[in-house]
């Protein structure tokens, strides 16, 4: 039970984060960017069952292909094979090897091709969804960047251009946790693709989403972690998530 990630309990955390958000930053660009992680989450849930579920269609057709192939190349060696003395002279013995190697050759490619299809083609659809992810995870990193804590210490003279700085203490506290749960979140989603899908190239893109995430969430919790010390000093009015 608790040894594979449910797709729909990642859609379930995913919606209960854009509930949370929408509660306290209702006009926020963060919310539309919970918006578009709750899509990415319940999208993954139809792609990851597409992934895992063999596509027979595409299977019988690989294999009828397969088949075909070997039999029109036994075919062209029965035909041309005679057992006769001119079959057996060295020169014309040779040149008939030498065309059934390159035939053989030419048939392993083709079988590999689309005995490998299937994969190719899962793996071009869970590639995508990992670039996908990728740019939600940088988007989530931009909302962030300009959420100084210094924007509440006022140790800095603003200027023209400065970001507004019109949070309080736990809102940015609050604004940088969700932050850092849609990252982990967008972690999740890329699991879900390769938990029924080894396939070696999807496990390394979906490595690369954890270990970008995961660095990205370790710049949030740097400036968490000035605020929690700022906090600290100053009375809590508000807990709630």
Known sequence: MYRTIRADKVVDTASSLRARVHARFPESGLLRVADELLDAARESEERCRWIARP?????VGAWFLVVAGIVGIAAIVAANVRMTESFWDLSNFAEGAEALLADLVFLGAGIAFLVTLETRVKRRRTLTAMNE???LAHVIDMHQL?????????????TEV???HNMTALELNRYLDYCSEMLSIVSKIGALYVQSFPDSQALTAVDDIESLTNGLSRKIWQKIMI???????????DTSG
Not at 55 to 59: A, E, I, Q, T
Not at 146 to 158: G, L, S
Not at 227 to 237: F, G, V
Request: proline fraction near 9%; avoid cysteine; hydrophobic fraction near 35%.
């Open 162 to 164: 400065s970001a507004a």
């Open 146 to 158: 300009t959420k100084d804590p210094e924007m509440i210490f006022r140790r800095h003279q603003a």
């Open 227 to 237: 605020l929690d010390r700022y906090l600290d000093r100053e009375p809590m009015s």
């Open 133 to 135: 992810l990728r740019a």
């Open 55 to 59: 596509n027979v269609p595409l299977r």
